[in-house]
C-alpha cells in the first residue's frame, strides 16, 4: 500500500536514473511482485508510476496501476485480454527497467536497444531485456526476481538506494534530492585575489602608420618620391614622342 508521503518514479521528471538505483528499485520491489503473483492477485500493470519510493528510502508499489502509463509497459497478452501471470509481470518490469534506464518508455512498434541511449550499459542488459520481453510468455523469466537478479548481474554495480523527490507544497522531513537530478544553480564567481609580486612592465604599443623593417619613410617623402616617378615617366614618353 502507498503510504502518505510517497513519491512515484517517473522518468519524464527524473531523466535517467543510474545502473544502480534502477538496480535498486527492480531489486526491492521484485519479492513483492512476486509474492502478489503466488497469491493470485498479481499487480496487472506495472510501470515506472507504479513504483513508490517512501521519505525512509522503502520501495513498494502503489495501491493500484496507473491510468497514466500503464498500458505502454503491459505485456501483449494483457492487452489482448488475458488475465495477468508471474510472466506478465516480468514483461512489465523489464519495460519499466528500461524507461527507468533511458528517460523514455519503449518503442510501441518493438522493443529497442536500451545501449542507444546508454552506452555505459554492458551489452548483457539488452540480452536480460529481451528475454523478459520476449513476445511468449513461456521464454521469459520465470520470476520477477529471477529477471532482477540476472539484470543486477547484467547491470554490474552495486545497488544504490534512491530518495524522493518531495512533491510543490510538501512539508515534513523529505530526503535530499540526488545529485543527478537536483537543480543546479549558477556557479559561483571566484573571489579575487590580488597577484603577489612585483607588477609586470607593460609592454610598449605596437607600431602604427607607414613602417618598414630598419627604417621609418615619413608620408611627405612617399608623396615627394611618387611626384618624381611621374614627372620621369612624362619626361620619357615627351621624349619618345619628339624622337618619333
Known amino acids: 500500500m502507498s503510504s502518505h508521503g510517497d513519491a512515484s518514479v517517473r522518468p519524464p521528471e527524473q531523466g535517467q536514473l543510474t545502473a544502480g538505483q534502477v538496480r535498486f528499485l527492480v531489486g526491492s520491489v521484485a519479492p513483492e511482485v512476486d509474492v502478489r503473483a503466488a497469491a493470485g492477485r498479481p499487480y496487472g500493470r506495472l510501470s515506472p508510476t507504479a513504483l513508490q519510493v517512501g521519505t525512509d528510502g522503502s520501495v513498494h508499489l502503489a495501491a493500484s496501476p496507473s491510468a497514466v502509463d500503464a ?7 494483457v492487452l489482448g485480454g488475458a488475465e495477468p501471470t508471474v510472466r506478465s509481470e ?3 518490469l523489464a519495460s519499466t527497467s528500461y524507461s527507468l534506464l533511458t528517460g523514455h518508455p519503449p518503442n510501441p512498434y ?9 552506452p555505459d550499459l554492458d551489452p548483457r542488459v539488452d540480452g536480460v531485456l529481451a528475454q523478459a520481453t520476449a513476445r511468449g510468455p513461456e521464454f521469459r523469466f520465470p520470476t520477477v526476481t529471477a529477471f532482477a537478479d540476472a539484470l543486477g548481474a547484467a547491470l554490474g554495480v552495486s545497488a544504490e538506494p534512491l530518495r524522493p ?11 535530499a534530492i540526488p545529485a543527478p537530478f537536483a537543480a543546479a544553480g549558477p556557479a559561483p564567481s571566484p573571489a ?9 612592465t607593460p ?6 602608420g607607414n613602417r618598414f623593417t630598419g627604417f621609418e619613410v615619413s608620408e611627405t617623402a612617399l608623396s615627394i618620391a611618387l611626384l618624381f616617378l611621374v614627372i620621369l615617366v612624362g619626361a620619357g614618353c615627351l621624349s619618345l614622342f619628339l624622337i618619333v
Request: glycine residues 8%.
Open 192 to 200: 579575487y585575489s590580488p597577484p603577489s609580486g612585483p607588477m609586470p
Open 90 to 92: 516480468v514483461f512489465s
Open 71 to 77: 498500458d505502454a509497459h503491459a505485456a501483449p497478452e
Open 165 to 175: 523527490v518531495p512533491p510543490p507544497g510538501s512539508t515534513g522531513q523529505w530526503a
Open 203 to 208: 609592454a610598449p604599443p605596437a607600431p602604427t
Open 110 to 118: 518493438g522493443f529497442a536497444t536500451v545501449r542507444r541511449a546508454r
